[in-house]
C-alpha cells in the first residue's frame, strides 16, 4: 500500500501505521492479559493437566449434568467444533462421558465422572490462587471495579463473538 499524505509535519508522506500507538489500543491489552491468565492457570494447574478451557468445560458439567455439548458451547463460549475436541479429550481422560439422549439420539450428554469431579476437587485451589494471582496487582476496590467493567465489556459485546456465550446474555440482565 503507498504512503499518504498528510498527517506529518510540512505536508510530509506519512503510513498509515504511524497513527497508530499500540499502548493506546484495549484490544492490545486484553490480548496480553489473556496470555498472562492462561500461563498463570496453567502454572497453577500444572500437576493436573487441565487447560483454562478444560477446566470450564467440566466445571459446567459438574453444575448442570446431562447437558448436551450445544449448550455446554453456549454457556462457555466456545463453538461446538472447539467444545468436541475438548469432550473429546477429557472423555479419553476418563473425566467426563457423553451419551445419546434418551428423548433425543441425536444429542449428546455429558456426566462429569467421578475422577473428574475429584479432579476439579484437586484443582480449585490452584483456580483459585491463579485468579488471585491474576488480579494480584490492583487494590481491593481495583479489583471489583476492573471485574465489574470486564463483564460490562463482554456482556456488551458478547454479539459480536463467533460464539456468544448465553451466560453473557443472562449475566446482562442482571445489571
Do not use: C, H, W
Amino acid at each position: 500500500m503507498p504512503p499518504r499524505k498528510g498527517g506529518g509535519t510540512g505536508g510530509g508522506l506519512r503510513r498509515p501505521a504511524d497513527a497508530i500507538d499500540l499502548d493506546t489500543l484495549p484490544g492490545y491489552f486484553i490480548r496480553r492479559q489473556q496470555q498472562i491468565a492462561v500461563a498463570i492457570f496453567l502454572e497453577e494447574a500444572e500437576q493436573q493437566g487441565l487447560t483454562p478451557v478444560q477446566f470450564a468445560a467440566l466445571l459446567t458439567v459438574a453444575r448442570q449434568p446431562e447437558l448436551d455439548q450445544r449448550s455446554l458451547a453456549a454457556t462457555i463460549g466456545l463453538d461446538t467444533s472447539t467444545v468436541a475436541s475438548v469432550i473429546d479429550r477429557l472423555e479419553a481422560r476418563n473425566l467426563m462421558r457423553r451419551q445419546p439422549s434418551l428423548q433425543d439420539r441425536r444429542l449428546r450428554l455429558l456426566t462429569t465422572t467421578p475422577e473428574g469431579l475429584a479432579l476439579l476437587d484437586e484443582v480449585e485451589p490452584g483456580v483459585l490462587r491463579a485468579q488471585e494471582r491474576i488480579l494480584a496487582p490492583l487494590s481491593p476496590s481495583e479489583k471489583k471495579a476492573f471485574l465489574q467493567l470486564l463483564m460490562k465489556l463482554v456482556q456488551g459485546n458478547n454479539g459480536f463473538s463467533r460464539a456468544p456465550s448465553a451466560s453473557s446474555d443472562r449475566s446482562a440482565a442482571e445489571d
